[in-house]
């Protein structure tokens, strides 16, 4: 069986969609598939190296652009199926050709778009609810990354839940792990922290990560410690609009900064090193982060929201998505060293059970499942 994964669709700045295909191609590789990959100019080397066993395409540059990528997907991508004899076709990312010459199997991440529109722009939440429903109708087999996500879209546009593969995803444990004091202090360093101790956030400031709620948590919870942590926020900017306001109300002698785009080579060193890890977040699809500093043996703090406890498990602790449960919560993570400890060894177990291997074969299974129905 030929697959052609439609990698298009990544921006050059990797963020969850980016990750999860650049991890899924090689545990794919390495399970057997015969693969060609579509991607943007721009990625060819890296998607290469990645895997250089399958027949990598660069698309036109013309196809950079969203409006020009969706276009080339309904006609050059549908081409290239027929010229590479790809037997089964995977867009990894909600959108898919309306005619495909083979099955098509489409990745639909979270379903907030029906059950959050609010935290979404409203032309974005129009486009991804429209492509859910187009792949509910036409393609042969939906891949999702949690039982959470199937179940939203499930009720929110009727779909067969037979449809669905679930295939949650794995953490690259080469990249997320505990690391030593040295390598915490290397990133601090870069941070500018001067050995202050600090929350991490980690992740793109849109409004349903819930960073405005978590800044004025952070504030109520840490304002008469006698060494308050510093709130390092990062991730690209996004588009919630509150939270610069937010942190402009942050009492003087507290420290909340926005760190932006943080190297993945950083990573390992900022959330192994943080005293909490805090993600309140409004509702995911997965919740990849939370996943990660798991890995790297943090102690995390999430909501109950869709798909968390089913990353989460009894690895991590809970809070609501208010201000004041974000600040009880926190407040006894950060006055109990001795559960901070515990969360920490539990969760770096508990990350160990997801693999990008095991993700591989439940997307394998999805493509015979497609082709088995053509």
């Known amino acids: 069986m030929k697959i052609l994964i439609d990698a298009t669709a990544i921006p050059e700045d990797r963020g969850g969609v980016g990750r999860y295909v650049d991890a899924l191609l090689p545990a794919l590789v390495a399970e057997g598939a015969d693969l060609v990959v579509a991607c943007q100019a721009r990625d060819t080397e890296v998607v290469s190296g990645l895997v250089p066993s399958a027949e990598v395409v660069p698309a036109p540059t013309r196809a950079a652009g969203r409006p020009a990528r ?3 997907e309904q006609t050059g991508l549908v081409s290239l199926v027929r010229s590479t004899g790809a037997q089964v076709l995977h867009s990894p990312h909600y959108t898919m050709p309306r005619f495909s010459p083979v099955p098509v199997v489409v990745t639909l991440h979270d379903a907030t778009f029906f059950s959050h529109p609010e935290v979404h722009s409203p032309v974005k939440a129009r486009f991804f609810r429209s492509a859910t429903r187009t792949a509910v109708r036409r393609a042969a087999a939906l891949v999702v990354p949690s039982r959470a996500t199937r179940d939203e879209v499930v ?3 009727h779909a067969s839940p037979d449809a669905f593969h679930v295939a949650y995803h794995g953490v690259d444990r080469a990249l997320f792990h505990p690391v030593d004091e040295a390598e915490q202090e290397r990133v601090r360093q870069t941070l500018d922290l001067h050995g202050r101790p600090y929350v991490a956030f980690l992740g793109t400031l849109e409004p349903r990560k819930n960073v405005p709620a978590l800044v004025r948590g952070w504030v109520d919870a840490v304002r008469d ?6 709130l390092l926020l990062a991730g690209a900017p996004g588009w919630d609009e509150e939270v610069d306001p937010e942190i402009a109300r942050v009492p003087e002698g507290l420290v909340v900064r926005r760190t932006g785009y943080l190297p993945l080579a950083d990573l390992a ?8 890890v805090a993600y309140p977040t409004l509702g995911e699809g997965f919740g990849l982060p939370v996943l ?10 999430t909501t109950r929201e869709l798909s968390m406890p089913e990353v989460g498990g009894d690895a991590v602790d809970y809070c609501g998505t208010d201000d004041a449960s974000i600040s009880v919560a926190l407040r006894t993570l950060l006055t109990e060293p001795e559960h901070r400890a515990q969360l920490a060894a539990e969760a770096t177990a508990r990350a160990g059970e997801f693999t990008w ?3 591989a074969r439940t997307h394998l299974a ?3 499942a497609a082709l088995s129905v053509a």
């Open 70 to 72: 969706l276009l080339w």
């Open 155 to 157: 009720r929110y546009t």
């Open 225 to 230: 410690l006698p060494e308050p942590p510093a």
């Open 269 to 276: 060193g900022y959330l192994s090193g943080a005293l909490v």
């Open 292 to 301: 990660e500093a798991m890995s790297c043996g943090a102690a995390v703090l």
């Open 357 to 359: 291997r095991s993700a």
């Open 366 to 368: 999805a493509y015979e």
